[in-house]
């Protein structure tokens, strides 16, 4: 369960799902897909209206535009 959804969910469901409470677990959130997605609300109203070969195409270049961003970024990371 992750952490967003983890406080929307029963109080008894957090001590048994947090990551808090669990040895040698990294703190990250579990949403990661809905992360990526947020990005996509920029640009959906533009691609209502074209057709769905050119939409996919946008929605591929946008993609690859994002992870191509966060590429570089790691070497920013990695060589401080």
Request: contains cysteine; proline residues 4%; aromatic residues 14%.
């Amino acid at each position: 369960v992750g952490k967003f959804h983890l406080a929307a969910n029963k109080l008894s469901c957090f001590p048994r799902y947090s990551l808090n409470f669990v040895k040698g677990a990294g703190h990250l959130d579990g949403e990661t897909l809905e992360t990526l997605w947020a990005p996509f609300n920029k640009i959906s109203p533009t691609a209502r209206s074209m057709t769905q070969a050119h939409r996919q195409e946008v929605y591929d270049d946008h993609m690859r535009d994002s992870n191509w961003k966060k590429l570089v970024g790691m070497g920013e990371f990695f060589f401080l």
